[in-house]
């Protein structure tokens, strides 16, 4: 049986946030957030009537308002303008304004079980896009690790290469070496015999 839905509300960035979600865990989970936002306050189930009927439209998805507006609740909403940050700041700064709450609408057995199987729906979807988004975050890094060792593979072939042809010319740079040395030592010879000659020829 799908499980009651209560509206959480809490502020991120920009916006103010709303969802009917069956527990805190699960708005949690909405808002995409594991932070503990109902313990530090930053959360609360709401009981105003209007934003209880337009998320209980939606159950399940996030909605959203400029932060410190009273404008109704959307999936998508416009940037708050710079007066509406200014009372957002405000009410923070002064614990001791609280709004008076509005009075809660009541909503009759049989919408209460639409709106928790909407969820149900809803939360089903978020989990496959969140499946899929992995998937393709792991094809990401699986290519990426496959480019990473094919180049790494790459650069070590030509790094064996390069070893095996400078070895080599080092073996032919002794080679030359030894040569121009015996080539040196047999012509200092034969030039050591010739000068001789030519000194007894020239006596």
Excluded: C
């Excluded at 009372?87 to 809660?104: E, I, M, N, T």
């Excluded at 079980?113 to 989990?127: G, H, M, T, V, Y």
């Excluded at 290519?143 to 790094?159: F, G, S």
Aim: overall charge positive; charged content about 40%.
């Amino acid at each position: 049986m799908p499980r009651k839905l209560k509206v959480y509300q809490t502020s991120q960035g920009f916006f103010d946030l709303a969802v009917a979600a069956p527990s805190m865990k699960a708005a949690l989970e909405a808002w995409g957030t594991s932070r503990h936002l109902f313990h530090q306050g930053f959360a609360k189930e709401s009981d105003d009537s209007e934003v209880i009927a337009a998320t209980m439209a939606k159950p399940g998805v996030v909605l959203q308002r400029p932060v410190g507006s009273n404008k109704p609740f959307r999936e998508h909403a416009e940037l708050p303008t710079a007066s509406s940050l200014e009372k957002h700041s405000l009410r923070f700064k002064d614990p001791g304004k609280v709004a008076k709450a509005p009075k809660a609408r009541k909503i009759d057995e049989r919408q209460e079980r639409r709106a928790a199987a909407a969820f149900e729906k809803e939360e089903r979807r978020r989990k496959l896009q969140r499946q899929k988004e992995q998937i393709a975050a792991a094809k990401v890094r699986a290519r990426r690790k496959a480019a990473i060792e094919k180049a790494e593979a790459a650069l070590e072939d030509a790094r064996r290469q390069h070893d095996e042809k400078a070895a080599s010319i080092e073996s032919d740079r002794e080679i030359l070496e030894r040569r121009a040395q015996d080539e040196e030592r047999r012509w200092q010879k034969l030039k050591s015999r010739l000068e001789a000659d030519l000194r007894k020829a020239s006596s």
